[in-house]
Each structure stands twice: as C-alpha cells, then as structure tokens.
C-alpha cells in the first residue's frame, strides 16, 4: 500500500493563490491531500480521478474542484507515457487558501452561491465537459 503525501503548497496569506499551466507525458503525483481548494481544467487527457472514496473517468473539456484536505490523485490512462510520446496531459492547475474569500463570504450575499459551492467541493466535484463549451 502506497503513503498517502500531506502536499505542502507554498501558499500564505499574503500570497493565497497559486495557478500555473501544466504539460506532461502523464499525471505522476501521488496519493495526496493539501488544507487549500484546487481546481484542476483538464484541456487534453483523460484517464480515472480518485478522489476520498469515489472513482470515476475524467477526459478533455472536464474540470475538477478538490476541497481542502481531501484525498484524491489523477491517473492517466495508459496511453499516456507508455504509448504514443506525441500524446500529453495538459492544462491549468488553481489552488487556493480555504479562507481566500471568507471576507466576501461574510459580508456581501452575491457569493452565497460560490460559499455553496466550496463547501460541496469537500467530496469533489466533476464538472464534465458540455458540448459547445470548452472548446
């Protein structure tokens, strides 16, 4: 049985908000967890998201919202990094303080939607790519 990794993102309150651009042969980050909320685009790939206790297919198009302190790692299907080298996994990686937006949380109504949504993100959230959108 594989460790699950306690990730230790390099992000504070006075830098509460990290994304960056990803090119890979395949996903190789293991088992982990972090205390920020990470929204991961996935612009081309597709393979199986573990994320707590479910398993289910991501592909192209799909973007993912992970909790703080919620297991979950991303497998390439095989293709990738073991089949044809012109093939990479691609995309945008977000991560965030859990607390990034409390402020507005607390005062201003108009987020009451996304609070909703941070919370239910503590299980992980799929949202599949819909035709027409995402390219």
């Given at each position: ?7 230790q ?5 006075s ?5 960056q ?8 980050y293991?088992?982990h ?5 990470e929204i991961?685009y996935?612009q081309a790939?597709?393979g199986?998201c573990?994320v ?8 192209a198009g ?9 297991p979950?790692?991303m497998?390439?299907?095989?293709v990738?990094?073991f ?7 691609q ?7 859990a607390?990034?937006?409390q402020y507005?949380f607390?005062h201003y109504h108009?987020?009451?939607?996304i609070?909703q949504l ?5 299980r ?5 790519r819909?035709n027409?959108?995402g390219?």
């Amino acid at each position: 049985m594989k460790k699950m990794v306690n990730e230790q993102l390099q992000i504070s309150e006075s830098n509460p908000i990290k994304a960056q651009y990803y090119d890979y042969e395949r996903f190789t980050y293991p088992w982990h967890f972090h205390s920020q909320y990470e929204i991961i685009y996935v612009q081309a790939s597709h393979g199986t998201c573990f994320v707590g206790d479910c398993i289910q297919k991501y592909s192209a198009g799909d973007v993912i919202l992970f909790g703080p302190n919620l297991p979950h790692y991303m497998r390439s299907d095989d293709v990738y990094g073991f089949g044809d080298a012109s093939l990479r996994v691609q995309g945008t990686i977000i991560q965030f303080e859990a607390n990034f937006m409390q402020y507005s949380f607390c005062h201003y109504h108009q987020f009451h939607s996304i609070r909703q949504l941070l919370e239910e993100s503590k299980r992980g959230i799929l949202f599949p790519r819909q035709n027409g959108w995402g390219g």
